[in-house]
């Protein structure tokens, strides 16, 4: 005779394997589509295709929708600002200092400003050119300051004519030049 203790135990383990083995297939129709979401997340926007192999994208770029040029004239130098930074944390990344030299430029352009920004030999920059804020930054090797200030002085007292030449491409590329005709 089966008692009813019995029977709810029978009823239970049955239920305990039907719930395993559905959950096995459930475990397994998961992984089937994480695996194919993982495959075309090789392929989506956040991956660039460079010489033929796929590198994630570390910044959101901002490409024109056409190529330009824009060609300024410089009439005098601006205010110039120098900064030092780090992030003091108690790693060994707090010995890393981010060094800046800013120089405004004084040109003919309407309704942009134009400056120079010198960076530190250790730091990586996306951009050569950048437009934020009706500021376009032009971005320098710090090494290059000394040349590039002096130049520019020499130029102005010699009544010279010293342009700036910013182009960007649709594709990405940007090149910032200073003339000195």
Do not use: C, W
């Amino acid at each position: 005779m089966v008692t009813s203790g019995n029977y709810l135990n029978l009823t239970l383990i049955y239920k305990i394997i039907n719930m395993r083995k559905y959950g096995m297939i459930l475990f397994t129709a998961l992984m089937a589509a994480s695996a194919a979401n993982s495959q075309s997340a090789e392929i989506d926007p956040n991956s660039v295709k460079t010489d033929n192999k796929l590198a994630n994208r570390v910044f959101k770029e901002r490409n024109p929708v056409e190529d330009k040029t824009d060609l300024v004239e410089v009439s005098g130098l601006g205010s110039a600002t120098f900064s030092v930074s780090n992030v003091a944390d108690g790693t060994t990344n707090s010995y890393k200092h981010s060094k800046r030299i800013v120089l405004g430029l004084q040109t003919t352009a309407k309704g942009i400003n134009y400056r120079l920004v010198f960076y530190g030999d250790d730091e990586s920059i996306p951009y050569t050119v950048s437009l934020e804020n009706s500021t376009m930054s032009l971005f320098f090797p710090s090494y290059m300051y000394v040349d590039i200030k002096q130049k520019i002085e020499q130029g102005l007292a010699q009544r010279k004519k010293i342009q700036i030449k910013v182009e960007q491409k649709k594709d990405g590329y940007r090149e910032a030049s200073i003339l000195f005709l």
